[in-house]
C-alpha cells in the first residue's frame, strides 16, 4: 500500500503540489480578508476560503495544462529530430508535401488501381520473351502517396513473372515503415536504391545510385527483350509548350535530373505523373528561370523527352470540372483535345486522369490552393498562357 501511494504521488505529484497550494493559499487569503474586515461569521470565512480556492485552482490548472502540453511538444519534436534529423523541424520537404497534398492522394490512387494495371497488361502483351518486369519509382512527393496504395492494392503480376521494384525514394520508403501490415507485402519486393542521402528531398542521387541503375541497363540489355523496366517518374515541373502537347522534365537539387534523365532514356515503359498546375506552357526551361529570379537563386535544368517514346510514355495527370472554382479549367480543355486526337509529340495521355476539384469556397481560396509557389503566382500567365479568370 506505501509504495502504490508513492507511485501515484510520483504520477501526480504535479496536481498533488498545485492542489494543496491552492487550499493553503486560500485559507490564508481568507483568513487575512476575515481579519482585515473584522469577520467573526464562519459562514463567510469559509465562503471566502472556498473562492480562493476555486480561484487559484483554475489558474494553476492552466499553468500545469500550459507545462504538459510544453513536455508533450518537446516530446514531438525530439521524435522528430530522432526521425528526421533537425532538419525536420524547418525542412523544403516537409513544406512541399502539403502542395497539392489532395491532389497527389488522388492521383497515388488512380495510378496503382487503373494506370499502372493497365500498363502492366500492355507490357505482357506487347512482350512475348518477358521473363522479369524492373519497376523504377522516382522520388519526390507527388510519388510519395504511391508506396501505401502498392502496399494495400498490390501489383497484378503474370504467373511466371518476375516483378522487382527500385525506388531512390527514402520518403517511400518511410511511408511502408508506417503501414502496420509493412510485413505483409502484396507485392514482391521493394529495394531502396543506394546512394547519396538528400534529406532536403528525401531521396538518394549521385555515383553510386548512377553504378546500380547500370548493373540494370546492362542485364536487360543481354537479355534478348526479355527483361523490360517501366519507370514512374515525376518532376519540380514539366514543360509543356503553349500547346501542352511536348513534355520536359524539369529538376534541380544534387544528382536528381540525372536520375530522372538515365532511368528516362533507359525505361522501355514510363509513366509520367503531376499535379495538372505543374504543368507549365513554357517551352525552355530559361522561361522559367526568368521567372525564378527575385524568388529564388537555385536554377533548374531539363530534360526532353524523346519524341520516338511517344507510345510508351503516359501522363497521369488531372483535369477540372468546367464550374469548378479552379483557375486551371482552361488547361483541361486543351488536354482533353490531345487524348481525342492523341496529337502530342511525346507522350500519350491517360485518359484515366481524374477529375479533381480543389479545397475553397472562393476563387481567392482555390486560387492560393492550385499556385502555392509564389513565383508562380505572382506570374501566372507568363507561366499558364492565360490569365485566370475570377
Known sequence: MFFRAIAFFKKFRGEIIISSA????????????????????????????????????MVALLFNQKRLFN???????????????????????????????????????VLVRQ?????????????????????????????????????????????GLELNIYTNSMSGIDEIHKLESGENLQIPSINLIGGRPLSKYRATTGEATEAFLQTLWDEQENSNHGIITLSILTANWFLAGNGLDRISICARGLGHLEFKTNVSEHSDYKILVSPLGKLLRLNDV??????????????YRSHLISDSQKNTTFLLTTRRDHHSLSPFCQLTIPLDHI???????????????????????????????????KYIRDNFEAAYGFTPRK
Open 286 to 299: 530559361n522561361e522559367l528561370n526568368e521567372l525564378l529570379k527575385g524568388y529564388e537563386d537555385d536554377v
Open 71 to 109: 513536455k508533450r511538444f518537446r516530446s514531438i519534436d525530439q521524435l522528430l529530430i530522432d526521425h528526421f534529423g533537425f532538419v525536420s523541424k524547418d525542412n523544403q520537404f516537409f513544406r512541399r508535401r502539403e502542395h497539392y497534398a489532395n491532389e497527389k492522394k488522388g492521383l497515388a490512387k
Open 339 to 373: 487524348e481525342r486526337i492523341n496529337s502530342a509529340w511525346n507522350y500519350t495521355f491517360c485518359n484515366e486522369s481524374p477529375i479533381y476539384d480543389p479545397p475553397g469556397t472562393t476563387f481567392e481560396e482555390a486560387f492560393i490552393n492550385e499556385t502555392p509557389h
Open 22 to 57: 491552492s487550499l493553503l493559499l486560500s485559507v490564508i487569503a481568507a483568513i487575512i480578508i476575515a481579519i482585515f474586515f473584522r469577520a467573526r461569521d464562519l459562514y463567510l470565512i469559509g465562503f471566502y476560503c472556498f473562492g480562493f480556492l476555486v480561484v487559484i485552482l
Open 115 to 159: 494506370v499502372l494495371p493497365n500498363i502492366l497488361e500492355k507490357i505482357y502483351k506487347d512482350n512475348r520473351n518477358l521473363v522479369k518486369v524492373n519497376l523504377i519509382i522516382d522520388s519526390g512527393t507527388t510519388l510519395t502517396p504511391i508506396f501505401p496504395e502498392l502496399i494495400n492494392w498490390g501489383v497484378p503480376i503474370k504467373k
